[in-house]
């Protein structure tokens, strides 16, 4: 079976659940492997969460390179959509010290204004 229809989700997971529709969300864009979904506490005027579909819970848990690339590929497609032209940030916390408060990967893209750096 292609891994990427099999439906694996963490019960507990709310990422999970707005993936299966048990809690509502914004979403952008989707397609078999990833979600696109708009954060519920924005630190921008543009803040989107791109999410793979089956619950993985960090980076280091990813064993699918092509997944990744799916991901990541979502990031220039949303910047273009969102007119995100002046640039924006893209961030992936993980673990308790990068300030990771959801264990379902997830790829931060914040901008429409300008960012400071270093982050805190
Ligand atoms: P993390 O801190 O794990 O890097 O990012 C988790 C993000 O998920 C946070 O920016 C938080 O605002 C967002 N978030 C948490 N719960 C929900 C939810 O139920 N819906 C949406 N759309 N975003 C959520
Ligand atoms: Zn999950």
Excluded: Y
């Excluded at 969300?25 to 969460?49: F, K, M, W, Y």
């Excluded at 949303?78 to 379902?104: P, Y």
Aim: charged residues 20%; aromatic residues 4%.
């Amino acid at each position: 079976m292609d891994p990427s229809k099999t439906a694996a989700r963490d019960a507990n997971c709310i990422f999970c659940k707005i993936i299966d529709r048990q809690i509502p969300s914004n979403i952008v864009t989707e397609d078999e492997t990833c979600i696109a979904i708009r954060d519920v506490n924005p630190q921008g005027p543009i803040h989107i969460l791109i999410l793979p579909k089956n619950h993985v819970a960090n980076i280091t848990e990813v064993k699918d390179a092509q997944l990744l690339g799916s991901l990541f590929m979502k990031v220039g497609e949303i910047a273009k959509s969102e007119k995100l032209d002046h640039g924006f940030r893209t961030v992936v916390n993980t673990g308790e010290h990068g300030g990771q408060t959801v264990d379902h990967l997830h790829i931060h893209v914040i901008g429409g204004r300008h960012l400071e750096w270093p982050p805190g």
